[in-house]
């Protein structure tokens, strides 16, 4: 993607009343794990995007035909397993048995799905965003598992692009961020679809505390996030961001977010510095590293 670079004066103008001053604190969160790198959706991406300085990584979860939840972003396996089986109708353990790390290298060979239990044991003290797959049913269970994982709820951001699952999450959950999601796309007729009124719409029927938009200047600029921010939906996300002239776009208007299949890469575009903690202490990272 290239930015257009006649936005960037309004983007000027208008970043701070948006960001408030936050434009230099992003969470770079690590899009399916560090996926550029490692199979998608894998313990293996995930635990890369720690060694990669990511805050946060991001994963998709189905519930399964036998009501477990497992990690994955397709609704079959076909693309990550040369599988016909579907994630919802398939158990688990059918699921769990197929290779879904060769695709990306030999050296990734044999990489399962995890199940949710396990990429929440991964989490360590980062933060994940959880995007549920799947519709309200599971909902219910993935909440209980959320619990049961010791993650402090602030850590935990729920998103999904099905508002009546976001507002299940919130009747169930409202000390739990949620972020309703939204692609765009553009119409015959030259306007894009949806509309900043039919996203607020959309953010007021699902009760979501925030919202995850995909990254496209030339829609989601200064004046369409005002809008949403004058109806006090100013905590937001971008994704999927490998450009670094986008991100610096999407800074400078204060996103909370930046998701990138890239952290390390893009942590050094942007000029963000990590502070030391425990995360790092684990991974051997250094202090104030890109």
Same mark, same amino acid.
């Given at each position: 993607?290239?930015? %257009?670079? =006649?936005?960037? &004066? ?6 701070? =009343? ?7 604190? +992003? ?7 560090? @996926?550029?790198?490692? !199979?998608? %959706?894998?313990?293996?991406?995930? /635990? ?26 397709? /609704?079959?396996? #076909?693309?990550?397993?040369? @599988? !016909?089986?579907?994630?919802?109708? =398939? ?5 769990? *048995? ?10 990734? /060979?044999?990489?399962?799905? &995890? ?18 797959? @799947? ?9 209980? +598992? ?5 993650? &402090? ?8 692009? %099905?508002?009546?699952?976001? *507002? ?5 959950? &409202? ?11 553009? +119409? ?5 679809? !949806? ?5 607020? *719409? #959309?953010?007021k029927a699902s009760r979501a505390d925030g919202f995850g938009v995909q990254a496209n200047p030339e829609h989601v600029d200064a004046e369409f996030l005002a809008k949403l921010a004058d109806e006090g939906y100013d905590e937001f996300h971008v994704w999927t961001v490998d450009d670094a002239d986008v991100a610096r776009y999407y800074q400078k208007l204060g996103a909370w977010g930046i998701t990138t299949n890239r952290p390390a890469w893009l942590r ?23």
């Amino acid at each position: 993607m290239t930015l %257009n670079r =006649s936005l960037l &004066p309004l983007a000027l103008a208008m970043g701070l =009343s948006l960001a408030s001053g936050a434009a230099q604190a +992003q969470l770079i969160t690590a899009h399916r794990g560090a @996926s550029y790198d490692a !199979p998608e %959706n894998t313990l293996a991406a995930f /635990k890369l995007a720690w060694e990669q300085g990511a805050d946060a990584f991001e994963g998709d979860f189905y519930l399964t035909a036998d009501g477990k939840i497992v990690c994955g972003h397709d /609704k079959d396996a #076909k693309r990550v397993a040369g @599988s !016909p089986l579907v994630m919802e109708k =398939s158990t688990a353990d059918e699921l769990r *048995a197929l290779d879904v790390g060769s695709w990306k290298g030999a050296q990734w /060979k044999g990489e399962r799905m &995890p199940l949710f239990k396990d990429v929440l044991d991964v989490v360590g003290d980062g933060r994940i965003f959880v995007e549920i797959k @799947s519709g309200p049913k599971i909902v219910a269970p993935l909440l209980k +598992q959320l619990g049961e994982s010791g993650i &402090p709820e602030d850590r935990i951001t729920i998103i999904c692009f %099905n508002e009546a699952v976001t *507002a299940e999450c919130e009747r169930l959950a &409202p000390q739990i961020k949620t972020h309703w999601l939204t692609g765009f796309k553009k +119409q015959k007729d030259g306007a894009w679809a !949806p509309s900043v009124d039919e996203v607020l *719409a #959309k953010l007021k029927a699902s009760r979501a505390d925030g919202f995850g938009v995909q990254a496209n200047p030339e829609h989601v600029d200064a004046e369409f996030l005002a809008k949403l921010a004058d109806e006090g939906y100013d905590e937001f996300h971008v994704w999927t961001v490998d450009d670094a002239d986008v991100a610096r776009y999407y800074q400078k208007l204060g996103a909370w977010g930046i998701t990138t299949n890239r952290p390390a890469w893009l942590r050094e575009q942007l000029g963000l510095r990590k502070q030391l903690g425990l995360r790092e202490k684990q991974h051997g990272l250094r202090a104030g590293g890109q």
